[in-house]
């Protein structure tokens, strides 16, 4: 899963909502309390915290964290995967940003020009 060792380094890139599914979300918190009460990381730890907590299901289950497990590539690179995932989040935001500022650019509700510009201006700095 990860090397335990690694984690401050991964946990300067990125947060659990960086990543696109509940279940990596879910994945990732455990993993990042599990590490906050001195714990290590493995598949064993992570299923048997994600069951406690009654999350293991909507983290995809024990088969589909062994899959993670077994298909992982090796921690080696785990920064670059991690910045991988930062950079895919940032876009999503945009993606998300840009639709907003359209739907308030096709209802206006009243608003001016200037108004709706200061509303985007917030929403993208």
Same mark, same amino acid.
């Given at each position: 899963m990860l090397d335990n060792c690694r984690w401050d380094e991964v946990a300067d890139r990125i947060? #659990?909502?960086?990543?696109?599914?509940?279940?990596?979300? /879910?994945?990732?918190? /455990?993993?990042e309390r599990l590490l906050s009460h001195g714990k290590p990381i493995d598949l064993i730890t992570l299923a048997? #915290?994600?069951e406690q907590n009654g999350k293991l299901e909507r983290a995809g289950g024990f088969a589909y964290l062994a899959?993670?497990?077994?298909?992982?590539?090796?921690? #080696?690179n785990i920064c670059a995967y991690a910045d991988i995932v930062r950079e895919r989040a940032v876009v999503? /935001?945009?993606?998300?940003v840009a639709n907003e500022i359209?739907? #308030?650019?096709?209802?206006?509700?009243?608003?001016?020009s200037n108004?709706?510009?200061?509303m985007a201006e917030r929403r993208v700095f």
């Open positions: 947060v #659990a909502d960086d990543f696109y599914t509940s279940a990596h979300r /879910e994945i990732f918190s /455990e993993m048997e #915290a994600l899959e993670m497990s077994k298909n992982t590539p090796s921690a #080696a999503r /935001e945009m993606i998300s359209a739907e #308030a650019g096709y209802a206006q509700d009243g608003r001016g108004e709706l510009l200061d």
